[in-house]
Protein backbone atom coordinates (compact mmCIF):
# COMPACT_ATOMS: atom_id res chain seq x y z
CA UNK A 1 0.00 0.00 0.00
CA UNK A 2 1.13 3.38 -0.97
CA UNK A 3 2.34 5.06 2.41
CA UNK A 4 0.72 8.21 2.23
CA UNK A 5 -2.40 6.57 1.69
CA UNK A 6 -1.65 4.17 4.64
CA UNK A 7 -0.83 7.45 7.42
CA UNK A 8 -4.19 8.84 6.11
CA UNK A 9 -6.54 5.33 6.43
CA UNK A 10 -4.89 5.42 10.11
CA UNK A 11 -5.80 8.88 11.05
CA UNK A 12 -8.53 8.35 13.02
CA UNK A 13 -6.98 5.77 15.67
CA UNK A 14 -4.09 8.68 15.72
CA UNK A 15 -6.38 11.41 16.28
CA UNK A 16 -8.14 9.04 19.21
CA UNK A 17 -4.77 8.14 20.38
CA UNK A 18 -4.07 11.88 20.68
CA UNK A 19 -6.80 12.73 22.33
CA UNK A 20 -6.96 10.28 25.00
CA UNK A 21 -3.11 11.54 25.91
CA UNK A 22 -4.23 14.85 26.49
CA UNK A 23 -7.42 13.87 27.83
CA UNK A 24 -5.27 11.77 30.66
CA UNK A 25 -3.11 14.83 30.98
CA UNK A 26 -5.84 16.84 32.01
CA UNK A 27 -5.84 19.26 28.74
CA UNK A 28 -9.41 18.05 27.41
CA UNK A 29 -12.45 19.01 29.99
CA UNK A 30 -12.35 22.79 30.30
CA UNK A 31 -12.90 24.62 33.57
CA UNK A 32 -15.33 26.91 34.47
CA UNK A 33 -14.74 29.98 32.80
CA UNK A 34 -12.70 28.78 30.57
CA UNK A 35 -13.87 28.48 26.39
CA UNK A 36 -16.45 26.08 25.42
CA UNK A 37 -16.45 23.80 22.58
CA UNK A 38 -15.93 25.48 18.91
CA UNK A 39 -18.99 26.98 17.51
CA UNK A 40 -17.96 28.81 14.51
CA UNK A 41 -14.06 27.05 12.84
CA UNK A 42 -12.03 27.70 10.18
CA UNK A 43 -10.41 24.27 8.59
CA UNK A 44 -7.89 23.41 6.10
CA UNK A 45 -6.71 20.04 5.15
CA UNK A 46 -5.00 17.39 2.99
CA UNK A 47 -6.34 14.59 1.81
CA UNK A 48 -5.83 11.34 -0.52
CA UNK A 49 -7.76 12.23 -4.20
CA UNK A 50 -9.01 9.32 -6.20
CA UNK A 51 -11.62 8.72 -8.61
CA UNK A 52 -11.64 5.39 -11.11
CA UNK A 53 -7.92 3.95 -11.37
CA UNK A 54 -6.51 7.38 -10.88
CA UNK A 55 -5.35 8.85 -7.62
CA UNK A 56 -3.33 12.07 -5.81
CA UNK A 57 -3.33 14.85 -3.62
CA UNK A 58 -6.23 17.34 -3.01
CA UNK A 59 -6.55 20.61 -0.62
CA UNK A 60 -9.58 22.12 0.68
CA UNK A 61 -10.45 24.85 3.56
CA UNK A 62 -14.33 25.85 5.03
CA UNK A 63 -16.00 26.89 7.46
CA UNK A 64 -18.16 24.90 10.23
CA UNK A 65 -20.99 26.50 12.27
CA UNK A 66 -22.22 24.35 15.22
CA UNK A 67 -25.96 24.92 15.37
CA UNK A 68 -26.75 23.09 18.95
CA UNK A 69 -25.17 19.90 20.05
CA UNK A 70 -26.21 17.45 17.34
CA UNK A 71 -26.03 19.98 14.29
CA UNK A 72 -23.13 21.50 12.26
CA UNK A 73 -23.50 23.58 9.40
CA UNK A 74 -20.70 24.88 7.08
CA UNK A 75 -19.05 24.75 3.42
CA UNK A 76 -15.73 24.21 1.71
CA UNK A 77 -13.51 25.21 -1.33
CA UNK A 78 -11.42 22.33 -2.64
CA UNK A 79 -9.26 21.79 -5.07
CA UNK A 80 -6.97 18.16 -6.10
CA UNK A 81 -5.47 16.44 -8.92
CA UNK A 82 -4.92 13.03 -10.08
CA UNK A 83 -2.48 11.27 -12.30
CA UNK A 84 -2.65 7.74 -14.42
CA UNK A 85 0.20 6.55 -17.39
CA UNK A 86 -2.71 7.12 -19.68
CA UNK A 87 -4.19 10.78 -18.28
CA UNK A 88 -4.25 13.44 -16.09
CA UNK A 89 -7.43 14.87 -14.19
CA UNK A 90 -7.97 17.94 -11.31
CA UNK A 91 -11.39 18.56 -9.94
CA UNK A 92 -12.24 21.81 -7.83
CA UNK A 93 -15.42 22.08 -5.74
CA UNK A 94 -17.53 24.54 -3.39
CA UNK A 95 -20.04 22.54 -1.35
CA UNK A 96 -22.59 23.49 1.74
CA UNK A 97 -22.64 20.96 3.88
CA UNK A 98 -25.11 19.68 6.87
CA UNK A 99 -24.35 17.42 8.99
CA UNK A 100 -25.77 15.45 12.22
CA UNK A 101 -23.26 15.24 15.21
CA UNK A 102 -22.80 12.47 17.70
CA UNK A 103 -20.38 13.63 20.21
CA UNK A 104 -18.32 11.32 22.48
CA UNK A 105 -16.80 11.78 25.33
CA UNK A 106 -13.20 11.85 23.46
CA UNK A 107 -14.25 13.22 20.22
CA UNK A 108 -17.02 14.21 17.38
CA UNK A 109 -18.36 12.20 14.85
CA UNK A 110 -20.05 14.53 11.76
CA UNK A 111 -22.60 12.30 9.37
CA UNK A 112 -23.12 14.92 6.93
CA UNK A 113 -24.19 15.25 3.21
CA UNK A 114 -23.67 18.69 0.61
CA UNK A 115 -24.57 20.35 -2.17
CA UNK A 116 -23.01 22.82 -4.85
CA UNK A 117 -20.70 23.34 -7.88
CA UNK A 118 -17.58 21.54 -9.19
CA UNK A 119 -15.60 20.66 -11.85
CA UNK A 120 -13.39 17.65 -13.77
CA UNK A 121 -11.12 18.41 -16.46
CA UNK A 122 -8.84 15.61 -18.36
CA UNK A 123 -5.09 16.43 -20.14
CA UNK A 124 -3.53 14.13 -22.13
CA UNK A 125 -0.48 13.80 -19.70
CA UNK A 126 1.14 15.50 -16.55
CA UNK A 127 3.65 17.24 -18.73
CA UNK A 128 0.45 19.03 -20.49
CA UNK A 129 -1.28 19.52 -17.49
CA UNK A 130 2.46 21.67 -15.64
CA UNK A 131 2.24 23.19 -19.81
CA UNK A 132 -0.68 24.71 -20.24
CA UNK A 133 -3.31 24.03 -17.24
CA UNK A 134 -6.25 26.22 -18.50
CA UNK A 135 -6.37 24.21 -21.39
CA UNK A 136 -8.00 20.50 -20.77
CA UNK A 137 -8.22 18.59 -23.74
CA UNK A 138 -11.98 18.32 -22.07
CA UNK A 139 -13.93 19.87 -18.80
CA UNK A 140 -16.80 20.13 -17.26
CA UNK A 141 -17.19 23.59 -15.68
CA UNK A 142 -19.83 25.19 -12.94
CA UNK A 143 -21.64 21.71 -12.65
CA UNK A 144 -24.26 20.84 -9.49
CA UNK A 145 -22.39 18.47 -7.20
CA UNK A 146 -23.09 16.37 -4.01
CA UNK A 147 -21.53 14.84 -1.09
CA UNK A 148 -21.44 12.57 1.97
CA UNK A 149 -18.92 12.77 4.39
CA UNK A 150 -17.83 11.04 7.23
CA UNK A 151 -15.60 13.51 10.00
CA UNK A 152 -14.01 12.43 13.31
CA UNK A 153 -12.62 15.27 15.15
CA UNK A 154 -11.51 15.86 18.86
CA UNK A 155 -9.97 19.42 20.26
CA UNK A 156 -6.06 19.70 21.01
CA UNK A 157 -6.71 23.09 23.10
CA UNK A 158 -9.03 25.83 23.49
CA UNK A 159 -8.18 26.67 20.06
CA UNK A 160 -7.81 24.22 17.92
CA UNK A 161 -9.26 21.09 16.78
CA UNK A 162 -7.67 18.14 14.52
CA UNK A 163 -9.66 15.98 12.38
CA UNK A 164 -9.73 13.13 9.85
CA UNK A 165 -12.43 12.93 6.90
CA UNK A 166 -13.65 10.28 4.39
CA UNK A 167 -15.98 11.55 1.44
CA UNK A 168 -17.27 10.52 -1.81
CA UNK A 169 -18.58 13.38 -4.09
CA UNK A 170 -19.72 13.64 -7.43
CA UNK A 171 -20.89 15.96 -10.53
CA UNK A 172 -25.06 15.99 -11.24
CA UNK A 173 -26.37 15.81 -14.41
CA UNK A 174 -22.77 16.34 -16.44
CA UNK A 175 -22.65 17.50 -19.91
CA UNK A 176 -26.70 18.59 -19.44
CA UNK A 177 -25.88 21.57 -16.66
CA UNK A 178 -23.12 24.05 -16.70
CA UNK A 179 -20.17 24.23 -18.86
CA UNK A 180 -18.91 21.52 -21.29
CA UNK A 181 -15.59 21.68 -23.14
CA UNK A 182 -14.36 19.06 -25.80
CA UNK A 183 -15.78 16.07 -26.14
CA UNK A 184 -14.03 13.44 -24.87
CA UNK A 185 -15.64 9.94 -24.18
CA UNK A 186 -15.93 10.25 -20.21
CA UNK A 187 -17.66 8.29 -17.96
CA UNK A 188 -18.42 8.37 -14.12
CA UNK A 189 -15.43 7.44 -13.24
CA UNK A 190 -14.55 11.12 -14.74
CA UNK A 191 -17.12 13.08 -12.78
CA UNK A 192 -16.90 11.23 -9.37
CA UNK A 193 -14.05 11.20 -6.76
CA UNK A 194 -13.13 9.83 -3.16
CA UNK A 195 -11.39 11.56 -0.62
CA UNK A 196 -9.71 10.87 2.60
CA UNK A 197 -7.48 13.24 4.73
CA UNK A 198 -6.96 15.17 7.65
CA UNK A 199 -6.71 18.63 8.61
CA UNK A 200 -7.16 21.00 11.50
CA UNK A 201 -9.83 23.20 12.67
CA UNK A 202 -9.06 26.89 14.16
CA UNK A 203 -11.51 28.67 15.97
CA UNK A 204 -13.31 31.56 14.80
CA UNK A 205 -15.65 32.06 17.57
Not at 60 to 68: E, H, I, M, Q, T
Not at 69 to 85: E, F, W
Not at 147 to 162: F, I, K, N, Q
Request: charged fraction near 15%.
Amino acid sequence: MNPFRALLLAAPAVISLVARTAYADGAAPAPDGEKQPQTLGLSAATSYLASGAASGVSVSSGLRLAVGTHVAVGGDLGYGLISAPAATQDRWWVMSTIAWVVPTEYARLDLGAGLGVGAASGYASLGDYARRPFSPAWAFQLVPAARAHVMWSTPLGRDLEVFARIEVAGLLFPGTIGLRQGDADTGPADTAWFNIGAGFQFRLL
